[in-house]
């Protein structure tokens, strides 16, 4: 094969690599035996070996960087990465539903989303390719871990368009990967970690990006900061752009026009949730339309269009259960 034909090849294995990783990673609907992709991805590494000047920066082997970091670099978000207030019964649900629809004074629709109980996140992609990934911090500076963030195979490292965007997720640690973490860490001596979003907060605070490859976290994107040109008007609109661009988004989000609606979800959620692959701890309620969210404003720290219902502590019941158990 001539240097032509190599560079063809190597451009070809990297686009089938990269459909087959979202196809498993943000479908998690593999297409092919792990056999075969891991077959092609050692073809890949063979031909990057040799033809070195042909390795593109969204190469699937160029998603693990080699170098650890000596500190993190701070990044200032453009758009302040807020916080949410929250509700804790049904009443103050229905509180909440009264000030949107008299802040509005008329109809509206909600998102409710599943509360993923992780880390939050900020990606910013430049003419379709991943730039810059960065901690939410104190929501205005946050800590630069984008290599660490590539390490995350459900994260695109290029997406479908050429979009200038900056969404936020949260990554987090499946169940089954903290398990099998945390038995690694008391079979090794080590201090297992009290739950998955210490252990994802801590694997996302590692200086060497090969530490945090070996925890396999995963992403899910509820939010945009920015996105240039962008003209849809709602977010459950932008929910669907962001999956058709790749991105993983959750899929168990829900309209819901009603307030009973948003506590039928809420009780669903809290009943099914010991049943999730992943820790959530509430549910996040939108106001749908993007003129009514802008119309509704911000308190000084949190959005007047949101609110997190919070399940109450799990931990708390378990303590709560050891002890009536014990007495
Ligand atoms: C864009 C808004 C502000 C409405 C928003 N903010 C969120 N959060 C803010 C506070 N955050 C925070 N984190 C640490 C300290 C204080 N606040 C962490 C995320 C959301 C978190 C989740 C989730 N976890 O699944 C979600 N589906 N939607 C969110 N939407």
């Not at 001539?2 to 070809?12: C, D, L, T, Y």
């Not at 205005?140 to 963030?149: A, P, R, S, Y």
């Not at 994260?155 to 479908?160: A, D, G, Y």
Request: charged fraction near 30%.
């Amino acid at each position: 094969m001539n240097r032509e034909q190599a560079q063809k090849k190597i451009e070809k294995l990297k686009n089938l690599l990269n459909q087959y990783s979202y196809e498993y990673y943000v479908l998690d609907q593999p297409t092919i035996p792990d056999s075969e992709y891991d077959q092609l991805y050692r073809e890949l590494e063979q031909l990057e070996e040799q033809y070195p000047e042909f390795i593109a920066d969204d190469s699937p082997t160029q998603r693990v960087g080699d170098k650890p970091l000596d500190f993190f670099q701070k990044v200032e978000h453009k758009v302040p990465m807020l916080s949410l207030s929250n509700a804790f019964n049904e009443q103050e649900l229905k509180d909440f539903h009264r000030r949107v629809t008299q802040g509005l004074n008329e109809e509206v629709s909600y998102v409710c989303e599943l509360k993923i109980d992780g880390l939050a996140v900020s990606l910013t992609y430049e003419n379709g390719k991943f730039v810059r990934g960065a901690t939410r911090g104190d929501g205005n500076v946050g800590e630069d871990i984008t290599m660490n963030l590539r390490t995350i195979r459900s994260i695109p490292l290029t997406i479908k368009d050429k979009e200038t965007l900056e969404v936020r997720g949260e990554a987090f640690m499946p169940h089954s990967s903290f398990l099998k973490l945390n038995e690694e860490r008391v079979k090794n001596g080590e201090e297992p970690f009290a739950n998955p979003r210490n252990a994802a907060a801590g694997s996302l605070r590692q200086l060497d990006p090969k530490i945090a490859a070996e925890r396999h976290l995963d992403i899910f994107l509820y939010a945009v900061g920015e996105w240039e040109n962008s003209q849809l008007t709602s977010h459950s609109a932008r929910l669907e752009k962001l999956k058709e661009l790749g991105f993983k988004t959750n899929p168990e989000w829900r309209k819901c026009s009603t307030i009973e609606e948003v506590i039928d979800f809420v009780e669903y959620w809290s009943k099914e949730r010991p049943n999730l692959p992943y820790e959530i701890d509430g549910i996040v309620i939108k106001v749908d339309d993007l003129r009514q969210q802008e119309k509704l404003g911000f308190t000084a720290k949190s959005p007047r269009w949101a609110i997190a219902y919070k399940f109450p502590a799990e931990e708390a019941m378990t303590v709560l259960k050891d002890i009536e158990l014990s007495v």
